[in-house]
């Protein structure tokens, strides 16, 4: 089975450009969620899709935006970017049904450069 | 809100056991304690969870205090490759996430 995969790897832009990011979770998978991981602030939970609806969301403002396909992939999009949104960014799916007990599944992120 | 607490680093000798802690004190019932690794320029590696018994799986063991308010994970023989940073982390209903900081673990030959 194909892990969860994250595109691109790499990604430099500009202070005030939007990025999209985008994840293929473990086929299957319904729920994905995401992460964004700093030297300073450790890995902190932006949201989670499942069934293409957003489930759940952290704390981080409104220029931090998903969404989730039919086929179960998912998007982030970060609008007027910043220097400090500059980060390792994490996707993770698992096969999540009622209960919030399945492992999670995590790709090996997106390193987002602002400059 | 509930966190956890790590150690931020420990050191260990290969072969013998580690024992890695977390503080959870504010858990709630229905949190899942799930702990997970990191190595360089990776995503972070589903190790094991549990409610309220200890599990065993083959990476490693979890025990969690009868009061669920800490828990250690447990490495009954450390090699190089398990050097990594490990997180212990609750899951609540709901989905909210709850990292610790993160114990990162050195392992000496």
């Known amino acids: 089975k194909a892990g969860v995969t994250q595109t691109p790897r790499y990604l430099i832009k500009t202070r005030g450009q939007q990025v999209t990011l985008s994840c293929s979770p473990i086929?299957?998978?319904?729920?994905v969620s995401w992460y964004q991981q700093t030297p300073g602030q450790g890995l902190q939970f932006l949201f989670e899709y499942f069934s293409e609806t957003q489930r759940n969301k952290g704390n981080f403002p409104g220029r931090f935006s998903g969404r989730q396909f039919s086929n179960s992939r998912s998007e982030m999009n970060v609008s007027t970017l910043e220097l400090g949104d500059s980060a390792l960014y994490l996707c993770?799916?698992?096969?999540?049904?009622?209960?919030?007990?399945?492992?999670?599944?995590f790709g090996n992120g997106t390193r987002l450069t602002v400059t | 809100d509930a966190k956890t607490t790590q150690p931020n680093s420990m050191e260990s000798n290969e072969e013998e056991p580690v024992h890695l802690p977390c503080n959870h004190s504010t858990i709630s019932g229905t949190d899942y304690i799930h702990w997970y690794r990191q190595l360089p320029s990776q995503g972070p590696e589903y190790v094991i969870h549990g409610l309220t018994s200890n599990v065993n799986n083959r990476m490693a063991s979890l025990a969690i205090a009868e009061d669920r308010k800490s828990s250690t994970l447990i490495l009954h023989r450390a090699t190089l490759r398990d050097a990594a940073v490990y997180y212990c982390?609750?899951?609540?209903?709901?989905?909210?996430?709850?990292f610790g900081t993160g114990t990162s673990l050195t392992v000496i030959p």
């Open positions: 993770a799916s698992s096969f999540e049904g009622a209960a919030y007990n399945s492992p999670l599944h």
């Open positions: 086929s299957g998978h319904r729920s």
């Open positions: 982390i609750l899951r609540r209903t709901g989905n909210q996430f709850y």
